[in-house]
């Protein structure tokens, strides 16, 4: 009920005010006729009408509150000090002063004014009427009557401030939410690019080596031709698969139990990959050193689209046509190293227009189950991509088989 009032107060404030100032004017008036046993109060009333026009002041107690408790607290002080009760009705407009100095201040300055004004009135008070049976009204009770507002004032101040807070925090969490997701939508843009991107420049790559190497042997070796078009229409073959299984993602993330629509690509697969490569004129040696160990689905994944990209340049840029994967197994993780030998750059480092992202795409994946990835040119001529990939993936973002896709961060 009091919050409601206090919301009404806020929209109708002028209104709220005028109103207030008129019931003060008019608790004044009766205020001012009660007495006790021991002492009346005096028959003139025309003082009364001083603090019934104080009480105006309190119309000013929004914007100027300090202001209107002195003007209150001086007209009350004029009635105490002329031997009026000082009760709760006579009291009403230093009572509302004091509300609303409590409701918009600090605690420092309504003790400060409270005090004072306690102090004040309980004086003139004492002074106005003899000492008697009406001595614990004139002091406790000006006291407590004082107090209540104060303490009602202080309870308003600290809801609205914990309101505002609590105003704060939801708009705090609103941005927070608004940004995560933000951030979720670029990782899961920047996942899938990075899918798109190793699937389609491979086998694109892969497929314009063996369509241009066709036509060129189309006239003299027809037979040798019609093999490597028949490798052509397996590379996009796989290249289709590839992007359905990719745009898939995003279809299982509507569906969560639909099922997988191919299997991800692991180390399993470079016979394969190599395949591909051989058709389209670069050679492909792989050796394996150390005893092979089955790897995390994330770290299968990462370790084969590193090669993937790799042998991808080295299909475009190494002039010898020949390319060199080493698998080693040490105790905690698997280095994969991808040479090729020719000029010192291999091309693999220069900036394509629109894309050059292979090698950044590569790190990521690299960085993102924990391992590290060094590219670049040999000293003995040709180029080098090498990473350190740990067997179990040092980041929660494993997924089961299937459903494997690493984390861009």
Same mark, same amino acid.
């Given at each position: 009920?009091?919050?409601?009032?206090?919301?009404? @107060?806020?929209?109708?404030? #002028? =209104? %709220?005010?005028? +109103?207030? !100032?008129? &019931?003060?004017? /008019?608790? $004044?008036?009766? *205020?001012?006729?009660?007495?006790?046993?021991?002492?009346?109060?005096?028959?003139?009333?025309?003082?009364?009408?001083?603090?019934?026009?104080?009480?105006?002041?309190?119309?000013? @107690?929004?914007?100027?509150? #300090? =202001? %209107?408790?002195? +003007?209150? !607290?001086? &007209?009350?002080? /004029?009635? $105490?000090?002329? *031997?009026?009760?000082?009760?709760?009705?006579?009291?009403?407009?230093?009572?509302?002063?004091?509300?609303?100095?409590?409701?918009?201040?600090?605690?420092?300055?309504?003790?400060?004014?409270?005090?004072?004004?306690? =102090?004040?009135?309980?004086?003139?008070?004492? &002074?106005?009427?003899?000492?008697?049976?009406?001595?614990?009204?004139?002091?406790?009770?000006?006291?407590?009557?004082?107090?209540?507002?104060?303490?009602?004032?202080?309870?308003?101040?600290?809801?609205?401030?914990?309101?505002?807070?609590?105003?704060?925090?939801? =708009?705090?969490?609103?941005?927070?939410?608004?940004?995560?997701?933000?951030?979720?939508?670029?990782?899961?843009?920047?996942?899938?690019?990075?899918?798109?991107?190793?699937?389609?420049?491979?086998?694109?790559?892969?497929?314009?080596?063996?369509?241009?190497?066709?036509?060129?042997?189309?006239?003299?070796?027809?037979?040798?031709?019609?093999?490597?078009?028949?490798?052509?229409?397996?590379?996009?073959?796989?290249?289709?698969?590839?992007?359905?299984?990719?745009?898939?993602?995003?279809?299982?993330?509507?569906?969560?139990?639909?099922?997988?629509?191919?299997?991800?690509?692991?180390?399993?697969?470079?016979?394969?990959?190599?395949?591909?490569?051989?058709?389209?004129?670069?050679?492909?040696?792989?050796?394996?050193?150390?005893?092979?160990?089955?790897?995390?689905?994330?770290?299968?994944?990462?370790?084969?689209?590193?090669?993937?990209?790799?042998?991808?340049?080295?299909?475009?840029?190494?002039?010898?046509?020949?390319?060199?994967?080493?698998?080693?197994?040490?105790?905690?993780?698997?280095?994969?190293?991808?040479?090729?030998?020719?000029?010192?750059?291999?091309?693999?480092?220069?900036?394509?227009?629109?894309?050059?992202?292979?090698?950044?795409?590569?790190?990521?994946?690299?960085?993102?189950?924990?391992?590290?990835?060094?590219?670049?040119?040999?000293?003995?001529?040709?180029?080098?991509?090498?990473?350190?990939?740990?067997?179990?993936?040092?980041?929660?973002?494993?997924?089961?088989?299937?459903?494997?896709?690493?984390?861009?961060?």
């Amino acid at each position: 009920m009091t919050s409601n009032l206090e919301r009404y @107060a806020e929209r109708h404030a #002028r =209104a %709220a005010d005028v +109103v207030t !100032a008129v &019931a003060l004017c /008019v608790c $004044t008036l009766f *205020g001012a006729q009660i007495g006790t046993s021991e002492s009346s109060p005096p028959h003139a009333l025309w003082p009364a009408w001083i603090l019934a026009a104080g009480s105006a002041a309190v119309m000013a @107690a929004r914007s100027h509150p #300090r =202001a %209107a408790l002195a +003007v209150a !607290a001086a &007209a009350a002080a /004029v009635l $105490t000090g002329l *031997g009026y009760l000082p009760s709760p009705l006579l009291l009403a407009p230093v009572m509302a002063a004091l509300y609303w100095l409590a409701a918009l201040t600090d605690s420092r300055t309504t003790g400060i004014y409270g005090s004072a004004t306690l =102090a004040v009135l309980v004086a003139t008070s004492l &002074a106005g009427a003899p000492l008697g049976d009406d001595l614990m009204l004139r002091t406790v009770g000006t006291v407590l009557w004082l107090m209540l507002p104060v303490s009602l004032g202080g309870r308003s101040r600290f809801r609205r401030a914990f309101l505002e807070s609590v105003k704060a925090r939801a =708009a705090n969490a609103e941005r927070t939410r608004e940004e995560e997701a933000r951030l979720r939508v670029a990782e899961e843009r920047m996942r899938i690019a990075r899918e798109l991107h190793d699937a389609v420049a491979h086998h694109m790559a892969v497929a314009h080596a063996q369509a241009g190497t066709a036509a060129h042997l189309a006239d003299t070796h027809p037979e040798q031709t019609r093999k490597i078009l028949a490798d052509l229409v397996g590379t996009t073959t796989a290249a289709l698969l590839e992007l359905r299984a990719t745009v898939g993602v995003l279809r299982r993330t509507a569906d969560p139990d639909a099922d997988p629509l191919a299997p991800t690509p692991g180390l399993d697969r470079l016979p394969t990959l190599v395949a591909g490569c051989a058709s389209a004129g670069l050679t492909v040696t792989v050796s394996t050193e150390g005893e092979a160990r089955p790897l995390s689905p994330g770290v299968d994944l990462t370790a084969y689209r590193i090669i993937q990209e790799a042998l991808t340049n080295a299909t475009k840029h190494a002039p010898d046509h020949a390319a060199r994967v080493r698998l080693h197994y040490a105790s905690s993780r698997l280095l994969v190293t991808v040479t090729n030998d020719g000029t010192a750059n291999g091309g693999a480092t220069v900036p394509m227009p629109g894309g050059g992202y292979g090698l950044m795409g590569m790190r990521e994946r690299a960085h993102s189950v924990g391992g590290d990835l060094r590219a670049g040119p040999r000293p003995e001529g040709g180029f080098e991509v090498a990473a350190a990939l740990p067997l179990q993936p040092h980041t929660p973002a494993d997924a089961p088989a299937g459903q494997r896709h690493e984390d861009t961060r």
